[in-house]
């Protein structure tokens, strides 16, 4: 049943050291507020799960929060590449990080086969790729019908999943809307789940019927946080912060600076700042 | 006005990549170059091709070129958006995609691409972003083609990492691994349009764009170039083309804040 509190007290409340946690969104609907009320609260040893680990995860390694990762892109989407967990894995700061790495196939898939409540993804994928060379978490079953080859993955089955969402209404239902992701997949993999809104409603009655609700039954927690994900957007609210994510490459490419903006920005704000930086855009 | 003369030769490697284009096509469009090309196809003369970006986002049309590959104008112009579990498994495994495009870090004569590291995996000199859909649409696409700018460092003799399959070692090796695509059949470079040699494999130059020598290409490229016995120039860009992608750049340019768009 999901719980309506302080994005502080949901963190504090739903993620533990040492646990596995995806933070979802496809570009789209990316939960920044929540991964800076994480690092404020500095967990330790996470494993962090999530396609296309961008400025957030760059955050959370940079900051020494990640004892391993587990991801299928690993890039600034347009701008470049990920300067702080490029550091990690070349140069072991703050820390070493472990790296499992997938084809995004193979991760939605993993999320899939998680919500659906099965031990591994079967698919047709990685055929003549380098990954399952190096991956030894890619492996192959045989199609019992037809003898075909079909690569397998474990399913994700994380801890906590974390997603930013448009609305909540007052029962604690949830719709996503635009480009959906991953998220649906995330939260029905997860033990438990974290969603960050930019609205409370009243009720859902106006929606279309086939819209992509997750039912309050499924999410553990729900915090009110408008502009919760950006410099990425929420689709009907705000636009992509493009300027904040070129920004990004200059900070983060520079040990001092990236830790004197995380004091500034993260350390010592709060997840009530996230509406005035969403303004205009 | 649009100068027709003076062309770029970015500028002619998306015009010739947006001609390989058609209207039945089914287009699953990668992040960098091959977005202005696929989109500079839809605004002239295959108006109704389907691109279709990872995010989701089936049947869409930007008015600008997107920053990355799940900005809101794709979902906003698309026919429909689906989850991204959906897109892999319904729309690229199950076969609906007549062209993949790939950009590239690194690419070989057989067009297998690497864009995960330089140098050792497990102790990179350089960590690059990875793979992301690139592993599976070079394989379950009905063809690939891809688009890069030619350099020693990017075009080699082998490249560091598989990210995904071109025609592995040349001749049939895709059929002996049981795949039934047929991998990359264009390569479109700043300089000139090459095509896999039937028997080999591989990359042969068909077509040089205007101005560019024999002695260029190789000093571009770090594999022994071979040229098509029937070796063809380019046709130059109309003033169509350069018109339609030098204002998308434009209307790009504004809305992204001085940052073009790929």
Known sequence: MAKFQSLKEAVAENLRDGDAVAF???????????????????????????????????????????????????????????????????????RAIETEEHSHAAMANAYEAGAAGLPCAVFRGYRGAGLKD?????????????????????????????????????????LVEGIVGVQKEAVLASKRSVVTVEEIVEDFDDLHPNLCVLPHWTVTSIAHVPGGAHPSYTHGYYDRDNAAYMEWDKISADRDLFTAWMRENVLDAGPEVFAARVKGL | MTNLSDFTPNEMMTIAAARALSNDDVCFVGIGAPSAACNVARLTHAPDITLIYESGTIGTAPDVLPLSIGDGVLCETAVTTVSVPEMFRYWLQGGRISIGFLGAAQLDRFGNINTTVIGDYHKPQVRLPGGGGAPEIATSCQ?????????????????????SLGHGEGGNHRQRLGITTKGPTLLITDLAIWKPDPETKEFTVVSMHRGVTRDRMQDTCGWKVRFSERLEETPPPSELELTTLRELQARTEKAHGGKKGS
């Open chain 1, 24 to 94: 979802e969104g496809f570009t789209h609907l990316i939960p920044h507020a929540a991964a800076h009320e994480v690092i404020r609260q500095g967990r330790k040893d996470l494993t962090l799960i999530r396609m296309t680990p961008d400025i957030i995860y760059d955050q959370l390694i940079g900051m020494g929060l990640a004892r391993k990762v587990i991801f299928s892109y690993a890039g600034n989407p347009g701008v470049g590449l990920l300067r702080r967990m490029r550091d990690a894995i070349e140069n072991n700061w703050p």
């Open chain 1, 134 to 174: 190096v991956n030894p978490m890619i492996k192959s079953v045989t199609c019992p019908f037809t003898g075909e080859e079909l690569a397998a993955v474990p399913a994700h089955r994380p801890d906590v999943a974390f997603i930013h969402a448009q609305k909540a209404n007052r029962r604690g239902d949830v």
């Open chain 2, 143 to 163: 063809e690939v083609f891809i688009t890069l700018k030619q350099t020693t460092r990017g075009m080699v003799d082998k490249i560091d990492f598989y990210t």
